[in-house]
């Protein structure tokens, strides 16, 4: 076992994992919510108020999105020092989008993959990112 600091390398990269974590606690359970809602029965939604209007599911989606791109904006904003990082961390809503919709469509019977998905996801990632763009400049700079 190798020793860094007179610690063994696992306990560091256990202290790293969890520090990390911590500091993301909100985007995971977004990512946690958006999961267990990915691979729900449709059966689950048939009494949801209003579930009978046209693609409203993607609408939902978008919201979705835009809650879990805003939870990562918000777990990393003293971070986020260029839009660049922005632009990166918005990869893994989008990878996790694609792999939910790809998931669902190969391990569930009753939903099924749709690039519609992936776009109300995406629009809802842009969105949070001009919403976090428009409001930035407004927050002191110790909140950044």
Do not use: C
């Not at 500091?23 to 579930?51: E, G, H, Q, W």
């Not at 809650?67 to 989008?94: T, V, Y």
């Not at 629009?123 to 990112?129: A, H, P, R, Y």
């Amino acid at each position: 076992m190798k020793i860094i600091n007179k610690k063994p390398l696992n306990y560091l990269i256990l202290h790293q994992t969890l520090k990390m974590i911590k500091r993301n606690i909100s985007s995971i359970l977004v990512a946690l919510i958006i999961l267990y809602l990915s691979f729900a029965s449709s059966d689950t939604f048939k009494n949801v108020p209003y579930s009978d209007i046209p693609n409203l599911d993607k609408l939902v989606h978008l919201f979705m999105y835009f809650g879990f791109m805003s939870a990562i904006i918000f777990d990393n904003r003293k971070r986020i020092i260029s839009n660049k990082q922005l632009l990166l961390l918005a990869l893994i809503p989008f990878f996790y989008g694609v792999l939910m919709e790809i998931l669902q469509g190969v391990l569930t019977v009753s939903r099924y993959a749709s690039i519609y998905d992936v776009m109300a996801n995406s629009t809802g990632i842009v969105l949070s990112i001009l919403v976090w763009l428009w409001i930035k400049p407004f927050i002191k700079t110790s909140v950044r």
